[in-house]
């Protein structure tokens, strides 16, 4: 890739311009300073964003999402970025989580968070959305990206000032660009010279901010927050399908079920377990009354037992008019073909040995109790979630 993904952000907010840089430069080698840079990047992102609605300085990214979170307005979409960014950034940070298919979602979640910021702090309401492009092996472009830096940071410090205020100018410009080339340069354990660099940058940048909004007169200040606040209502992330699942298995598995939308899915193999609770994506479902045939995009099983479809939506989506989709699927579900399906997977793996009573060799008593009947009853919950 020629440039990065974050191009439009160079010259808006140059920090967390620098950390998507960052992040890019070291994705595929090394996903894990790759998730601890995204990480950095929600934490930058979330304290602009703060600062924009007048929410107080928090302690951390957890408490500054959860006073987020008491905003109306702030999508679930946004909030549940922001929480997958700071969750796989921890473990990176704390135990070496070193995933390259999180790495990958975590930077397409975060270019998706970048374009709805830039459209909320530029005004550009109808900015198009580039086209993301994965990161390849970035080090040559990045480090053209660092020595640029470098030479700007020599020829400020070597530029002669006049007053006191152009003094404090360079250095607020001296300690942004010390802060972006630690960004850049920095990996899974920063020195700490690079952590001091980056934090005094961030200070720098929201202060910087801070003096942009007191420039303004006090109705001007209201005038803005109100048009941040009602663009911040009209405006979600536009996830894709991919994206939106991503999400949508960790909410699952916060709940307490087993949800991998991308390797328990039934065309994989996954089935129903005793004493497992399990989110199987892409089950077969029934054939309804116009003779219409499916996949539903999660079915929730207790044990072998059904008790909910879930079909999940992007978020601009007509929710009620899909409502009716989720239902079909649950009141239609085939429980023969569950029977059979169960009767398949786990009739190999119980014959002890030849038996006369084949009906019941076969099975396991869980298997036995479960299906019985062929006309057990149907998922009981339909439920549509948002993408």
């Not at 606040?229 to 405006?235: C, M, P, V, Y």
């Not at 979600?236 to 298995?249: H, M």
């Amino acid at each position: 890739m020629n440039k990065s993904n974050f191009d439009f952000l160079k010259g808006v907010n140059d920090f967390i311009y620098a950390i998507a840089c960052a992040a890019e430069n070291n994705y595929p080698d090394d996903p894990n300073t790759t998730l601890i840079k995204m990480r950095m990047f929600g934490e930058a992102t979330a304290k602009h964003l703060g600062q924009l609605l007048d929410i107080p300085a928090c302690e951390n990214q957890h408490d500054l999402l959860r006073e987020l979170g008491k905003i109306a307005f702030i999508d679930d979409s946004i909030l549940s970025v922001f929480h997958k960014l700071r969750r796989i950034g921890n473990l990176a940070v704390h135990e070496f989580h070193n995933d390259l298919d999180d790495a990958q979602m975590c930077l397409r979640l975060g270019f998706r968070l970048s374009v709805w910021y830039y459209r909320l702090v530029t005004k550009d309401y109808d900015f198009p959305v580039p086209m993301f492009v994965l990161p390849e092996h970035g080090e040559n472009l990045y480090h053209q990206e660092v020595l640029t830096l470098k030479q700007q940071l020599e020829r400020q410090a070597q530029e002669k000032v006049q007053s006191q205020a152009e003094l404090e100018a360079q250095q607020q410009r001296l300690v942004a660009l010390n802060g972006y080339i630690a960004i850049l340069e920095g990996k899974q354990q920063e020195t700490e010279a690079q952590t001091k660099a980056r934090l005094a940058a961030l200070e720098a940048q929201l202060a910087a901010k801070d003096a942009e909004l007191a420039k303004q007169t006090e109705q001007e200040r209201k005038a803005y927050h109100k048009e941040i606040t009602d663009q911040a209502i009209k405006r979600t992330l536009n996830l894709s399908e991919e994206e939106s699942r991503f999400l949508i298995d960790a909410q699952l598995r916060k709940a307490g079920w087993q949800a991998d939308s991308k390797t328990l899915r039934f065309a994989k193999g996954a089935r129903p377990e005793p004493g497992v609770n399990k989110a199987i994506a892409e089950w077969p479902t029934g054939t309804d009354e116009t003779g219409k045939t499916g996949f539903a995009d999660y079915v929730l099983f207790v044990g072998l037992k059904p008790i909910a479809v879930v079909e999940a939506k992007r978020k601009n989506t007509d929710v009620f008019s899909k409502l009716n989709e989720s239902y079909r699927y649950s009141k239609y579900f085939d429980n023969a073909f569950l029977r059979d399906t169960l009767l398949e997977h786990y009739a190999p793996t119980t014959y002890m040995k030849p038996c006369r009573n084949m009906k019941s060799a076969g099975r396991t008593p869980a298997v036995n109790s479960a299906l019985k009947s062929p006309s057990a009853t149907p998922p009981t919950g339909a439920n549509t979630a948002r993408r």
